[in-house]
Nanobody
Framework: VQLMESGGGSVQAGESLTLSCEYR????????LGWVRQAPGKEREGVAT???????EYADSVKGRFTISKDSAKNILYLQMNNLKPEDTAKYYC????????????????????WGQGTQVTVSS
């Protein structure tokens, strides 16, 4: 499995960005997918996960602002980020796993099996 993110950038607080992740490989339909971020000096944090059965979980810090979705015709995972805040500044990683527990992957993102290279999101006030 190979994951390739795109769509990061620098924005002002209150603006929006959409991240995309191209999934290359087998098992798209049976994988749990997610977005994980890491800010400088901080641990990786699960942002949102999407289970193979379309179960969705969000971190409390992004609920109501971020939306995870996928296009199974194109094998692309998205993260729509609205009303961005300076504390959302981080490197965002796309991740995938054969594990079937999206909530567990959200709270323990180190359990993802596959990772992209990451894309930087910077939000200024």
């Amino acid at each position: 499995v190979q994951l390739m993110e795109s769509g990061g950038g620098s924005v002002q607080a209150g603006e929006s960005l959409t991240l995309s992740c191209e999934y290359r490989g087998d098992s798209w339909s049976t994988s749990s997918l997610g977005w994980v971020r890491q800010a400088p000096g901080k641990e990786r944090e699960g942002v949102a996960t999407l289970g193979h059965d379309d179960t969705i979980e969000y971190a409390d810090s992004v609920k109501g602002r971020f939306t995870i979705s996928k296009d199974s015709a194109k094998n692309i995972l998205y993260l729509q980020m609205n009303n961005l805040k300076p504390e959302d500044t981080a490197k965002y990683y796309c991740a995938a796993s054969w594990k079937k527990l999206p909530y567990r992957l959200l709270v323990s993102p180190e359990q993802f099996d596959y990772w992209g290279q990451g894309t930087q999101v910077t939000v200024s006030s």
